[in-house]
Nanobody, 122 residues
């Protein structure tokens, strides 16, 4: 009954790669923009990446641009976050989210996953 389930987190060495997955249990959730936020311990949520309902448009936070890639899988109810060249500063809990309004951008996040921990060690 959990609407969004993230997986793929875990420990990784700096410079390494890891792929996060998010599965939406309800097809209608994927009719809207989806994406990822992360939260560093003791800090506010940070936008990581977003993807349109069609998968044709993506946007990234400045801190991850060029290193992370968001995509929609098959079926479209699954999204991925391919993380490369990981840094210690990427350590955070990563949350999958689906927008409640827009098909194009993360305008008003409405549904959140439980989060998956990524820990990058030097």
């Amino acid at each position: 009954q959990v609407p969004l389930v993230e997986s793929g987190g875990g420990p990784v060495q700096a410079g390494g790669s890891r792929r996060l997955s998010c599965v939406a249990s309800e097809r209608t959730l994927s009719d809207y923009a989806m994406g990822w936020f992360r939260q560093v311990p003791g800090k506010e949520l940070e936008f990581v990446a977003g993807i349109s309902a069609s998968g044709s448009r993506t946007v990234y936070g400045d801190s991850v641009k060029g290193r992370f890639t968001i995509s929609r899988g098959n079926p479209k109810t699954t999204i991925y976050l391919q993380m490369s060249s990981l840094k210690v500063d990427d350590t955070a809990v990563y949350y999958c989210v689906v927008d409640s309004v827009s098909t194009e951008t993360l305008s008003v996040p409405g549904t959140w996953g439980q989060g998956t921990q990524v820990t990058v060690s030097s």
